[in-house]
């Protein structure tokens, strides 16, 4: 890439592959302008570019956009009613369009899952003036302003409402040293045998722990463990926290994209999983052994703050961190044998389906 620059409310920039192609674009005011571009109509291309083979055929300058996108809705298990959900999409359209439209993933590729657009827009969030999107952000999404540390008129801007806390009360944490406890609010999906999933989030796709975790000696100590996917919508509590008790270590950091972690991203492709910017974190407990915890970035999610102190000893529903404005994703692995899920977790996830459950809520039992 060439010519990116990125101010206080617009990135703008150009592109230019080993072709000759060449696309100049801006961003301003959450939208996105292709102003030009000397390539194929990448609405007819099947995928999207890879950064190693990308050609299109001549064509002329323009983007067409105006391919019908497949619009499945993201349906989930709640727990607490028993009932199945269909989930408020915050930025659907965008979303939607990002990774279910050609055009769409083109400029995915070209910016939204590049640090700077995440940084760009991260800034945004963190101006007084985007305090003024609490409010009906509140009110769009029927959030519980009972459970908040502090008044939502308190918060001087959007970022800082986002990763707010909680009152201590408003997440109990279910009692027991053998019980394990969801490390955050969100939908989540449980396999009791990770190297035996038939699949995630499509039947059939799998991802490489060794790849995950950036370490193939890592893995091996996690081979035929059970492993916890845990999304957190940007309408979720964002703060995430430790599923059991124990002496963590250092966190460490495995560089990598900011693509979206939705379902409608993930059903194109899991694989955004290992590629994205992540944070591995082992804790050690006498019950449950060694249990990795890793959190991922995601578009507009490139800050992970770590909040506790390793080496220190933490309770089971002790704050870990948190992460910045958007939607994110927590991952959490035990070691075979250590941890049983609860039922509920595994019948819906055999069905690829979330459960949504909060925070120091039951997660499995060890055996």
Not at 46 to 75: K, Q, Y
Not at 228 to 247: A, E, K, N, Q, W
Request: charged share 25%; glycine share 8%.
């Amino acid at each position: 890439m060439s010519g990116v620059e990125s101010g206080e409310d617009t990135a703008f920039g150009s592109l230019k592959t080993a072709e000759g192609c060449e696309v100049k674009f801006s961003v301003k005011d959450d939208a996105v302008v292709l102003k030009q571009a000397r390539a194929a109509t990448w609405a007819e291309a099947a995928t999207p570019p890879s950064p190693n083979d990308f050609s299109f055929a001549p064509a002329r300058a323009g983007v067409r956009l105006s391919r019908a996108m497949p619009a499945e809705p993201i349906r989930y298990f709640d727990r607490y009613t028993n009932s199945l959900k269909t989930e408020q999409i915050y930025g659907e359209k965008w979303l939607r369009f990002a990774y279910e439209n050609p055009a769409g993933r083109f400029f995915v590729w070209l910016l939204a899952r590049r640090a700077f657009f995440s940084q760009w827009y991260g800034r945004k969030m963190n101006k007084r003036e985007s305090a003024l999107r609490i409010l009906p952000f509140i009110a769009d999404y029927n959030l519980n302003v009972d459970e908040f540390a502090k008044s939502p008129f308190d918060y001087k801007t959007f970022n800082e409402f986002f990763f707010r806390a909680l009152k201590p009360e408003a997440r109990p944490i279910a009692p027991g040293d053998r019980v394990a406890v969801l490390p955050a609010d969100g939908r989540h999906l449980a396999f009791q045998d990770v190297d035996t999933a038939a699949g995630f989030y499509v039947k059939g796709q799998k991802f490489s722990v060794a790849e995950f975790l950036g370490d193939e000696s890592l893995a091996a100590k996690f081979a035929g463990g059970a492993m916890l996917i845990s999304r957190l919508c940007p309408v979720d509590y964002h703060r995430f926290h430790f599923p059991v008790s124990g002496t963590p270590g250092e966190s460490r950091l495995i560089n990598g994209w900011l693509y979206s972690v939705s379902p409608v991203a993930l059903r194109r492709r899991l694989g955004f999983l290992v590629e994205n910017k992540r944070e591995v974190t082992l804790i050690e407990n006498p019950i449950f052994g060694t249990v990795a915890i890793v959190e991922v970035g995601a578009t507009n999610v490139g800050s992970i703050q770590q909040s506790f102190v390793p080496g220190r000893p933490v309770r089971k529903g002790d704050e870990k961190g948190f992460f910045a404005f958007g939607g994110s994703c927590v991952i959490t692995i035990f070691q075979q044998g250590r941890v049983r899920f609860e039922a509920d977790l595994l019948t819906q996830s055999a069905e690829q389906r979330e459960t949504y459950g909060r925070m120091g809520d039951r997660l499995g039992l060890a055996p």
